[in-house]
């Protein structure tokens, strides 16, 4: 089977994700990595899709044409020209660390964390964040995951993340994740 990313944007509403898999199913495409969340109302799902190739691949796009067109969902579609690694997002050798801060919001927060990880070349691996009403003033919440390579020393990091929460407002907690064996 070929590879595909296909993303599906627009208004929620019940019965979006069982419509856009059965269009999957019925081709006999496998849904091998998913991510999807409600932002403000609007769906948002990304997905990497193996396809079978040719005339297959065409009827599929042609259903999400269709799909698109009776629902005003936006669909994109692009074939992988690389295999994507199955089963995980990290980095071999590297550890898994989830950042969470929460204070009054303001503009830039994301910039600033984000760009502390990208000078010390770490890879975001997961981002969420809200704005949370809480009496009178918005709290604003952020979760990201980020990789941390071998030999890479967390409590360095720590203490910029410690001073860059102090800049922006932030209280950050910063932690390795535990592993989970089966």
């Known amino acids: 089977m070929k590879q595909a990313v296909i993303t599906v944007t627009g208004k929620d509403g019940p019965g979006i994700i069982a419509d856009v898999t059965g269009i999957l199913y019925a081709s006999g495409s496998n849904l091998e990595d998913v991510s999807m969340t409600i932002l403000e109302g609007e769906l948002s799902m990304i997905m990497i899709v193996g396809v079978p190739g040719g005339k297959k691949t065409a009827e599929i796009k042609k259903k999400f044409e269709q799909y698109a067109g009776r629902t005003g969902m936006m669909i994109y579609w692009k074939d992988l020209s690389h295999k994507a690694a199955k089963g995980s997002k990290h980095a071999k050798g590297s550890r898994s660390y989830i950042l969470s801060a929460s204070g009054k919001d303001r503009t830039g927060i994301v910039y600033e964390i984000s760009r502390l990880f990208a000078g010390e ?28 390579p071998r030999g890479f020393r967390a409590e360095k990091l720590q203490k910029k993340l410690a001073a860059a929460g ?10 390795p994740v535990e592993r989970i064996e089966f």
Request: aromatic share 6%; charged share 30%; hydrophobic share 45%.
């Open 121 to 148: 070349k770490l890879n975001i691996t997961d981002l969420n964040s809200r704005i949370l009403p809480s009496l009178g003033r918005d709290l604003y919440v952020l979760m990201l995951e980020v990789d941390l």
């Open 166 to 175: 102090k800049k922006i407002g932030m209280d950050i907690q910063f932690k």
